[in-house]
């Protein structure tokens, strides 16, 4: 193999070209969106023109859109934000939202990692505080895909409120605010192939109030003090659009979902002995959660390193260490399989070449370490 291959998209996505090109162009600029001069209505021009493009990515408003410096503050704000002191929170929430606040209760999840609806139902009808409903809409270790619309409807029931982080679901599958019901939204810009330092919270209604957690500034309507990070929006805008463009033309999430199904149907029929965790649910197209039993995870993630694969274990915001699956413990998921699993996720600069240099590497692995192995399929 010649080139190193990035297969850990739902870590970050490689900045797309038009993003990096805008960055070149962009960050030399002069100009703050606050100041009232020429150059800060020009900045505020595109800063608001971002904003749009990534309002229309979830079908939201404009005026709703809050810009953070990524996914995780966007998920702090909604959190310490929103005004409830009682918190609901997934079992296989993303640590920003499951240790964002100490005295969270957990909503349990199946076998698969979907939210268990009547457990949600029944923790929201035993107290009757204002509560907060905190669940992802897509999980980044498995891709698997939640019940939001339900789950809204359970929590506005109870008179609760609904925060979804989109951050992985965001430019892979249709995202509509509206029809998922959720009252506040979370982004990433990195995770659609901008850069990384841009997010953004999303209210479904506008004038909901929102409390900010940085103070000292009255950017973002007084919703989110500091100065806005210009580049990162501008590319964070181009992203969403292409992303927005892909999933209306739906050519790229179609190649990607392929190569994603015959990963997994070769790596399973070359290693019988594997296991695809999540696969029964609804997934993103792009995601595979893969494991070799008695394999350790860091193990994997290292020989393919080393054979010029990057793959991942977990969740990428770990400090850089490969640490013991909280998602697949949630599952149900024994330690020898919670200890194995490695993911793997695709993007839109992904080939079948790719895939095919992470079979043969993950196969090899496999034998070496006393599995037996079929031969690789013969082309067509």
């Known amino acids: ?30 100009g703050n969106a606050s100041s009232v001069h020429g150059f800060g209505r020009e900045a505020r021009r595109r800063m608001e023109e971002a904003r749009a493009r990534i309002a229309a990515l979830v079908e939201a408003d404009p005026a709703g859109l809050v810009f953070t410096s990524g996914g995780t503050e966007a998920n702090a704000l909604a959190l310490r934000g929103c005004g409830h002191r009682r918190v609901l929170v997934s079992a296989v929430e993303h640590p920003s939202v499951q240790d964002g606040l100490t005295e969270a209760e957990i909503i349990p999840v199946d076998g698969n990692g979907v939210v268990n609806l009547a457990a949600l139902d029944a923790l929201l009808a035993a107290d009757s505080a204002p509560a907060l409903v905190a669940v992802m809409l897509a999980n980044n270790e498995t891709g698997v895909i939640q019940p939001i619309a339900d789950i809204a409807r359970i929590a506005h029931s109870h008179g609760a409120l609904l925060h979804c982080d989109a951050a992985q679901a965001a430019g892979r599958i249709p995202v509509s605010l509206s029809a998922l019901g959720a009252d506040l939204l979370s982004l990433s810009g990195h995770k659609l192939g901008g850069l990384p330092g841009s997010g953004a919270l999303v209210l479904a209604d506008p004038k909901r109030p929102l409390a900010p957690i940085l103070l000292g500034g009255g950017q973002e309507r007084r919703r989110r003090a500091g100065t806005e990070n210009l580049p990162g929006i501008v590319g964070f805008g181009i992203a969403a659009a292409l992303a927005e463009a892909e999933i209306k033309d739906g050519t790229l999430p179609l190649e990607i979902r392929t190569m994603r199904d015959h990963l997994e149907k070769q790596a399973l029929r070359r290693v019988p002995q594997g296991l695809v965790l999540g696969s029964i649910a609804p997934r993103l197209p792009n995601t595979t959660c893969l494991a070799l039993p008695g394999v350790a995870a860091h193990t994997q993630v290292m020989a393919l390193d080393l054979a010029g694969l990057a793959v991942s274990a977990g969740s990428a915001c770990s400090s850089g260490k490969v640490a013991e699956s909280r998602v697949l413990a949630a599952m149900g998921a024994s330690a020898e399989i919670r200890g194995s699993a490695i993911r793997v996720s695709l993007g839109w600069a992904s080939t079948p070449e790719d895939v095919e240099c992470f079979l043969s590497a993950w196969t090899d692995l496999a034998s070496r370490k006393g599995f037996t192995v079929a031969p690789a399929a013969k082309a067509a």
């Not at 998209?9 to 600029?29: C, F, K, Q």
């Open 1 to 30: 193999m010649s080139r190193a291959i990035y297969l850990d998209y739902n870590a970050g996505s490689p900045a797309r070209p038009e993003v990096v090109a805008a960055l070149i162009d962009d960050a030399g600029r002069p």
